[in-house]
Nanobody, 127 residues
Framework: QVQLAESGGGLVQAGGSLRLSCAASRRTFVFSRSTMGWFRRAPGKDREFVATIGWRDSSTYYADSVKDRFTISRDNAKNAVYLQMNSLKPEDTAVYYC??????????????????WGQGTQVTVSS
């Protein structure tokens, strides 16, 4: 079983920054061959796509709501993916989840393509 563990959430004022980290464990999980994504669920809303980074060439894609404020990156040597969040807004308040697809997946936006999920980390942005 692949385990994904998020960290870095917390309480921040509007305009502030946070950096989320996600570490994947399990030696047989070939992290470098999986597309990695960040999703979030705000209170009373469905889980939504935030950002993704592909396995093939680390191409990145973002939801319009976070473009130019959030940056996703990965370190294959550490089996880790990160989400740098700048200029945070109260509407960014949500539980943020790290997710991984199966190997060689290019389904960046399809939530059903993500086979492995972390427990989530709370991000709260105060106004």
């Amino acid at each position: 079983q692949v385990q994904l563990a998020e960290s870095g959430g917390g309480l921040v004022q509007a305009g502030g920054s946070l950096r989320l980290s996600c570490a994947a464990s399990r030696r047989t999980f070939v992290f470098s061959r999986s597309t990695m994504g960040w999703f979030r669920r705000a209170p009373g809303k469905d889980r939504e796509f935030v950002a993704t980074i592909g396995w093939r060439d680390s191409s990145t894609y973002y939801a319009d709501s976070v473009k130019d404020r959030f940056t996703i990156s990965r370190d294959n040597a550490k089996n880790a993916v990160y989400l740098q969040m700048n200029s945070l807004k109260p509407e960014d308040t949500a539980v943020y989840y790290c997710a991984a697809t199966g190997p060689y997946s290019d389904d960046y936006y399809d939530i059903t393509a993500y086979a492995y999920w972390g427990q989530g980390t709370q991000v709260t942005v105060s106004s």
